[in-house]
């Protein structure tokens, strides 16, 4: 079974620009999930997708990150414009149904703004 | 909002040493409780997890936790590590009812010693 697929592995830019990073979950599962994992710090939940819905985007800075999930498949985490703060290694998840099983995880972006 | 405390950020043991890493948990209310390593160059992946019943549950590669909900706690054990078992590890709660993201604590590095 393929795992959680994630692109790029990994991406410099500089603040001010504009970044997006690309999630194919796991064939099947209809929970998908970003998180940002900054170094030293355990991974915090950005937006949770169920099919093409949000569930959860509380965490999500609106003002400068955006996600989709237009075909209940695969998805997209963008920032525009990136500050320095958003160095970070993005993390996509999916799940079966969501709830309480299992996440399985990508091997996610790693994010230097300069 | 829930919150995830891992008490021990750094931890170095010999082989064969015994293993106890803390973590606990802010929510009141029915939680499922888990555990995910981090092995060096690898994706995060689970390590054992509790949603109801039996208070001590047993993962892979020898691991268990017990949960303890007068004390908010889901201690992971095990009983003699291995050089292998050197990896990041997170102890993470997820509360349910829909929005079913997990929080995550701050994680523990965790170094054997051959």
């Known amino acids: 079974e393929a795992g959680v697929a994630q692109s790029p592995r990994y991406k410099i830019i500089e603040k001010r620009q504009s970044v997006a990073f690309w999630c194919n979950p796991i064939?099947?599962?209809?929970?998908l999930y970003w998180y940002q994992q900054i170094l030293g710090q355990g991974p915090k939940l950005l937006i949770q997708f169920q099919n093409n819905g949000v569930v959860d985007d509380s965490q999500l800075p609106k003002d400068r990150f955006s996600a989709e999930r237009l075909k209940g498949v695969d998805s997209t985490l963008k920032i525009q414009p990136a500050k320095l703060e958003d160095s970070a290694v993005y993390l996509c998840a999916s799940s079966y149904r969501g709830g309480a099983e299992t996440q399985y995880f990508g091997p996610g972006t790693r994010l230097l703004v300069l | 909002a829930q919150s995830v405390s891992q008490h021990n950020h750094h931890v170095i043991l010999s082989e064969a040493a015994s293993l106890e890493l803390g973590c606990n948990y802010s929510?009141?209310?029915?939680?499922?409780l888990f555990w995910y390593v981090q092995y060096p160059g690898q994706h995060l992946q689970l390590l054992l997890k509790y949603f109801s019943g039996d208070p001590l549950v047993k993962g892979i590669k020898g691991f268990e936790a017990e949960f303890i909900k007068s004390k908010f706690s889901f201690n992971l054990r095990k009983p003699s590590v291995q050089w292998s078992d050197t990896a990041e590890y997170f102890c993470?709660?997820?509360?349910?009812?829909?929005?079913?993201?997990?929080?995550f604590g701050k994680g523990t590095h965790l170094i054997i010693q051959p």
């Open positions: 064939s099947g599962h209809a929970t």
């Open positions: 929510y009141g209310g029915t939680v499922n």
């Open positions: 993470a709660v997820v509360s349910g009812g829909g929005a079913d993201g997990l929080t």
